[in-house]
């Protein structure tokens, strides 16, 4: 049972990771797609770099085992000025508004299986 726990939050996780990345380096090469997305929700330009900075950071931190509840948590916040700025936009809810909410749940359910520390850790919370 363990070793399918196990399997599951690598796969999430690692999934997760992928998506992000991909996210993060078409930003910070300021691909056409990433700049106009960027400009459609009322950024300018030049937050597009720094956005797929910060996403880079965040994405490694939860990438590193040592690191990756923070990474997470931090993901959390980024993925929180999502849904805010969907928001703000007048965006559908259940296509682009919760999408962040949805990733943030699977980068969660990755790091919750993968991770026996924070499996205990919300165990003793719970007693």
């Known amino acids: ?5 196990l399997w599951a939050g ?3 996780s690692g999934l997760s ?3 992000l990345l991909v996210d993060s380096g078409m930003k910070l090469a300021k691909a056409r ?3 106009e997305g960027t400009i459609e929700l009322g950024y300018p330009e030049s937050a597009v770099f720094v956005i797929g900075a910060i996403l880079l ?3 490694a931190l939860y990438a590193v085992s040592r690191t990756s509840v923070l990474g997470a948590v931090l993901l959390t916040g980024y993925l929180g ?3 805010a700025t969907q928001l703000r936009v007048g965006n559908p809810l259940f296509s682009h508004i919760l999408f962040p909410v949805y990733f943030g749940t ?3 359910a990755g790091l919750y299986l993968r991770d026996q520390r924070l499996r205990d850790f919300i165990s003793h919370t719970n007693n």
């Open 1 to 5: 049972m363990q070793t399918r726990k």
């Open 10 to 12: 690598g796969v999430l």
């Open 17 to 19: 990771i992928l998506f």
């Open 33 to 35: 797609v990433s700049v």
């Open 57 to 59: 950071v965040c994405t």
């Open 81 to 83: 000025g999502a849904v």
């Open 106 to 108: 699977l980068v969660w």
